[in-house]
């Protein structure tokens, strides 16, 4: 019988840490996601205005909130139409607004 090799061992836990490898991201710092949840409110189309500040504030609770790194991830790096876990998608909505409600 074989002995496993270390290597396929560690991949093999590294993806199934991850969900299959899809899903794995790094969490978005504050400014970051600041950063896009301002780009998003000063686009030509965007009916919100929100100061750096508010963003900011916004930014932190969703950072404390129950999101996943990886969508986290996807609201910095395109608030509008951000790319978010399939399970969660129905949570980012949510959040986002109790986020707001709490920075006003």
């Known amino acids: 019988m074989p002995r496993p090799r270390p290597l396929v061992l560690a991949v093999a836990l590294a993806a199934a840490s991850c969900g ?16 896009s949840i ?15 500040d508010q963003a900011a504030c916004i930014a932190r609770a969703l ?5 996943s790194d990886t969508t986290l991830s996807g609201l910095a790096e ?3 139409k951000p790319e978010v876990l399939e399970t969660e998608a129905d949570q980012v909505e949510p959040a986002v607004a109790a986020a707001a409600q709490q920075c006003r």
């Open 20 to 35: 299959l490898l899809a899903g794995c991201a790094s969490r978005p710092s504050e400014e970051d996601l600041t950063n």
């Open 38 to 52: 301002l780009t998003a409110t000063n686009a030509a189309n965007s009916t919100v205005t929100l100061s750096s």
């Open 63 to 67: 950072l404390a909130s129950n999101l």
């Open 78 to 80: 395109d608030f509008d």
